[in-house]
């Protein structure tokens, strides 16, 4: 993992004094609320129904047992002994107090993690797959780059006011795990023909009120230029994206009135300028920063197989979670670990600090301190021994946290939504917790096979829902909750954006109608191969209408 | 009907203005209005509070009265005024169990 150096420590500790200087100065009236908002903004402070909320940075969703347990400590001292992971590998806890926000900084400082830029028109928390450095089909490892970004982006004086917020995801496998082409920027790590690193990089993409699938502005950038080459991105953003209208500021935005010629031209040249200045990378600090991302020392293990099929065939769960929770590992006597935030009936996202400590302590003894958090409101272990799976197994189960359901329709997707934040129109949490009821029933779940669940309370698009291979959009019609559906979405390597179903469905039909969809696929797939996302590719909207709205569809 | 809600600045809490000035945790203490005057009365008194620092993100609320208890008229409102459904022991709600008004 990345360590802080004395200049990170220095940084992050003068950081949260300003903080507090602020927050005093705001208690004491000093300063408006006018004044005071981009501040707080700026830390990671918001303001919900409830309470303030702090959004605490994950950079590229890598945590170590020390941060978790940090964490935990803070989910018992300052809140309500919970926090809630988020689609952006954050952490949200939603019931701080104003006054101790300042001490809550401090305590993370001390761990190496801070709040800084996850809020506000900058350079938000870099993304990267939640299987980096340890997937069997990874390039390389993104984190160095994401981290180089991070370090690039923080404060960074010329990219602190932008036009509106501005993401970049980093992935490093032919297979996305990151969604990059629905950010801002995506980058995709790969390999010339003459085996040199670089990326593939993507402009443009966002969900929100104006959904944009990414365009591919270059199909190899050489590593070293990825500052000199973002830096030109952001400049043509920052010169010519709109701040007139904050809801046509983003850069999708630009890329699509601009046009992707004539704007890669404007990037293309800004980038001649740039790329033999100091932002190119030398190679010993691309290399450099690659060690702290080492894999751990991985000591052979060959006994897992053995153990782990007597362990199967005597317990049903263990080897259910084992089909479902495992990715493989560059290494065959590992295998990476997804922990299901997504208990039947529960909260997506949500862990008790109990959960938070029981999890530090598993990965301190099976998995080298190493925790992930994923887009999709998971956590992973990345390194863990095929024969320590029972282990880890067992105590997730004494935990509750074994749901062997990764990747499967209960593993929802969904955002706070209107249970907490001030900008949503309509629940999500609840959608969610009915939708993983109804589907609880792990046989079932396992014939329906992969299924991607996304849910937003509100257009900004939290929980992805645009692409959602089933999406659910909640909005408010006439005071009350109305449920629109997108069908055929994905954010992986073939990111394509939900076709809207038709009308909307009311909070007492909403899942119903998922199961409508559902039932429909089973009806109509090929064979048990064709997943949910093939088959619609394959038979379109027009028989899920059908199921959906019947004679209705035909009127149509 | 309309009465004023706000969140406390030291910690955010939400409130709502009732009688006498005083914010309270409380929907059901909140000051109800039924005319301008009155709207005007309270609107003022939110910017003297936001002024002092005691609160911020003032606004006026559509409720009714439902069964002698007040009931805001928007779903967001109401949650507010209970805490999140999904948490009943979270929240307004936790402290008063019949505050649950979604």
């Given at each position: 993992?990345?360590?802080?150096?004395?200049?990170?420590?220095?940084?992050?500790?003068?950081?949260?004094?300003?903080?507090?200087?602020?927050?005093?100065?705001?208690?004491?009236?000093?300063?408006?609320?006018?004044?005071?908002?981009?501040?707080?903004?700026?830390?990671?402070?918001?303001?919900?129904?409830?309470?303030?909320?702090?959004?605490?940075?994950?950079?590229?969703?890598?945590?170590?047992?020390?941060?978790?347990?940090?964490?935990?400590?803070?989910?018992?001292?300052?809140?309500?002994?919970?926090?809630?992971?988020?689609?952006?590998?954050?952490?949200?806890?939603?019931?701080?107090?104003?006054?101790?926000?300042?001490?809550?900084?401090?305590?993370?400082?001390?761990?190496?993690?801070?709040?800084?830029?996850?809020?506000?028109?900058?350079?938000?928390?870099?993304?990267?797959?939640?299987?980096?450095?340890?997937?069997?089909?990874?390039?390389?490892?993104?984190?160095?780059?994401?981290?180089?970004?991070?370090?690039?982006?923080?404060?960074?004086?010329?990219?602190?006011?932008?036009?509106?917020?501005?993401?970049?995801?980093?992935?490093?496998?032919?297979?996305?795990?990151?969604?990059?082409?629905?950010?801002?920027?995506?980058?995709?790590?790969?390999?010339?023909?003459?085996?040199?690193?670089?990326?593939?990089v993507?402009v443009?993409?966002?969900?929100?009120?104006?959904?944009?699938?990414?365009k591919k502005i270059r199909d190899f950038l050489p590593?070293?230029h990825?500052?000199s080459y973002c830096t030109a991105i952001l400049r043509v953003?920052?010169?010519?994206?709109?701040?007139?209208?904050?809801?046509?500021?983003?850069?999708?935005?630009?890329v699509?009135?601009t046009g992707t010629a004539e704007l890669t031209a404007q990037v293309e040249k800004e980038f001649e300028a740039l790329k033999?200045?100091?932002?190119?990378?030398?190679?010993?600090?691309?290399?450099?920063?690659?060690?702290?991302?080492?894999?751990?020392?991985?000591?052979?293990?060959?006994?897992?197989?053995?153990?782990?099929?007597?362990?199967?065939?005597?317990?049903?769960?263990?080897?259910?979670?084992?089909?479902?929770?495992?990715?493989?590992?560059?290494?065959?006597?590992?295998?990476?670990?997804?922990?299901?935030?997504?208990?039947?009936?529960?909260?997506?996202?949500?862990?008790?600090?109990?959960?938070?400590?029981?999890?530090?302590?598993?990965?301190?003894?099976?998995?080298?301190?190493?925790?992930?958090?994923?887009?999709?409101?998971?956590?992973?272990?990345?390194?863990?021994?095929?024969?320590?799976?029972?282990?880890?197994?067992?105590?997730?189960?004494?935990?509750?946290?074994?749901?062997?359901?990764?990747?499967?329709?209960?593993?929802?997707?969904?955002?706070?939504?209107?249970?907490?934040?001030?900008?949503?129109?309509?629940?999500?949490?609840?959608?969610?917790?009915?939708?993983?009821?109804?589907?609880?029933?792990?046989?079932?779940?396992?014939?329906?096979?992969?299924?991607?669940?996304?849910?937003?309370?509100?257009?900004?698009?939290?929980?992805?829902?645009?692409?959602?291979?089933?999406?659910?959009?909640?909005?408010?019609?006439?005071?009350?909750?109305?449920?629109?559906?997108?069908?055929?979405?994905?954010?992986?390597?073939?990111?394509?954006?939900?076709?809207?179903?038709?009308?909307?469905?009311?909070?007492?039909?909403?899942?119903?109608?998922?199961?409508?969809?559902?039932?429909?696929?089973?009806?109509?797939?090929?064979?048990?191969?064709?997943?949910?996302?093939?088959?619609?590719?394959?038979?379109?909207?027009?028989?899920?209408?059908?199921?959906?709205?019947?004679?209705?569809?035909?009127?149509? | 009907?309309?009465?004023?809600?706000?969140?406390?600045?030291?910690?955010?809490?939400?409130?709502?203005?009732?009688?006498?000035?005083?914010?309270?945790?409380?929907?059901?203490?909140?000051?109800?209005?039924?005319?301008?005057?009155?709207?005007?009365?309270?609107?003022?008194?939110?910017?003297?509070?936001?002024?002092?620092?005691?609160?911020?993100?003032?606004?006026?609320?559509?409720?009714?009265?439902?069964?002698?208890?007040?009931?805001?008229?928007?779903?967001?409102?109401?949650?507010?005024?209970?805490?999140?459904?999904?948490?009943?022991?979270?929240?307004?709600?936790?402290?008063?169990?019949?505050?649950?008004?979604?």
């Amino acid at each position: 993992m990345y360590r802080y150096d004395e200049f990170d420590h220095a940084f992050v500790n003068a950081r949260v004094a300003e903080f507090r200087d602020q927050v005093e100065r705001r208690l004491a009236g000093e300063i408006t609320e006018d004044q005071f908002k981009p501040l707080r903004l700026m830390n990671g402070v918001y303001l919900q129904l409830h309470a303030y909320m702090l959004r605490i940075a994950i950079p590229y969703g890598t945590l170590s047992s020390r941060q978790m347990r940090m964490l935990a400590h803070i989910a018992r001292t300052y809140d309500k002994g919970y926090g809630h992971f988020t689609t952006r590998q954050n952490l949200q806890f939603h019931w701080p107090a104003l006054k101790d926000i300042p001490d809550i900084l401090e305590k993370l400082a001390s761990v190496e993690m801070h709040a800084i830029q996850t809020s506000g028109n900058c350079i938000r928390n870099v993304t990267a797959d939640h299987f980096a450095g340890a997937a069997a089909d990874e390039v390389a490892d993104p984190r160095p780059y994401a981290e180089i970004l991070r370090q690039w982006s923080s404060l960074h004086p010329e990219f602190s006011y932008l036009p509106r917020k501005f993401k970049i995801a980093v992935t490093g496998a032919e297979r996305d795990r990151a969604a990059v082409q629905v950010h801002d920027i995506g980058l995709h790590l790969k390999k010339n023909a003459a085996g040199e690193l670089g990326f593939a990089v993507y402009v443009g993409g966002g969900l929100g009120r104006t959904p944009m699938v990414a365009k591919k502005i270059r199909d190899f950038l050489p590593e070293e230029h990825l500052l000199s080459y973002c830096t030109a991105i952001l400049r043509v953003y920052n010169l010519h994206g709109r701040r007139d209208n904050k809801y046509k500021a983003r850069i999708k935005i630009l890329v699509h009135e601009t046009g992707t010629a004539e704007l890669t031209a404007q990037v293309e040249k800004e980038f001649e300028a740039l790329k033999e200045s100091e932002l190119k990378l030398p190679e010993a600090d691309i290399r450099a920063i690659g060690t702290y991302f080492a894999p751990p020392a991985l000591p052979p293990r060959p006994e897992g197989d053995r153990a782990l099929a007597a362990s199967a065939n005597a317990d049903r769960g263990f080897a259910t979670w084992l089909r479902r929770n495992l990715h493989t590992h560059k290494n065959p006597d590992y295998v990476s670990v997804t922990i299901s935030l997504k208990g039947i009936g529960e909260v997506p996202g949500d862990m008790s600090a109990d959960q938070m400590d029981a999890v530090a302590d598993l990965a301190n003894a099976y998995a080298f301190d190493e925790i992930r958090v994923s887009h999709e409101q998971n956590l992973v272990l990345p390194h863990v021994a095929r024969a320590d799976l029972k282990a880890v197994y067992d105590r997730l189960v004494e935990i509750g946290l074994a749901t062997a359901n990764a990747g499967l329709v209960t593993d929802i997707i969904a955002c706070p939504g209107l249970d907490y934040c001030a900008l949503a129109n309509a629940r999500s949490i609840p959608v969610a917790q009915q939708i993983s009821n109804r589907f609880a029933d792990q046989a079932r779940q396992e014939e329906i096979g992969d299924l991607k669940i996304k849910i937003s309370g509100c257009i900004n698009a939290c929980g992805h829902h645009h692409v959602g291979h089933i999406g659910i959009l909640g909005v408010e019609k006439k005071g009350a909750e109305l449920y629109q559906v997108t069908l055929g979405g994905s954010g992986d390597e073939n990111t394509a954006l939900g076709d809207i179903i038709g009308r909307g469905f009311g909070p007492d039909e909403i899942v119903d109608a998922v199961e409508t969809i559902v039932d429909t696929y089973l009806g109509l797939r090929l064979d048990n191969n064709e997943n949910f996302l093939a088959a619609y590719r394959r038979l379109g909207p027009a028989p899920f209408k059908e199921a959906l709205y019947g004679s209705e569809a035909k009127a149509a | 009907m309309k009465l004023l809600a706000a969140n406390r600045l030291i910690d955010g809490v939400a409130v709502w203005l009732g009688q006498g000035g005083r914010w309270v945790e409380d929907i059901a203490e909140a000051e109800i209005v039924r005319d301008k005057e009155g709207e005007a009365r309270l609107e003022q008194a939110g910017r003297e509070a936001v002024a002092k620092n005691q609160v911020l993100d003032v606004e006026l609320i559509d409720v009714e009265i439902v069964d002698g208890a007040v009931r805001p008229l928007r779903l967001r409102e109401r949650i507010r005024a209970a805490g999140p459904s999904i948490h009943p022991e979270l929240g307004k709600q936790a402290k008063k169990p019949a505050a649950s008004l979604v």
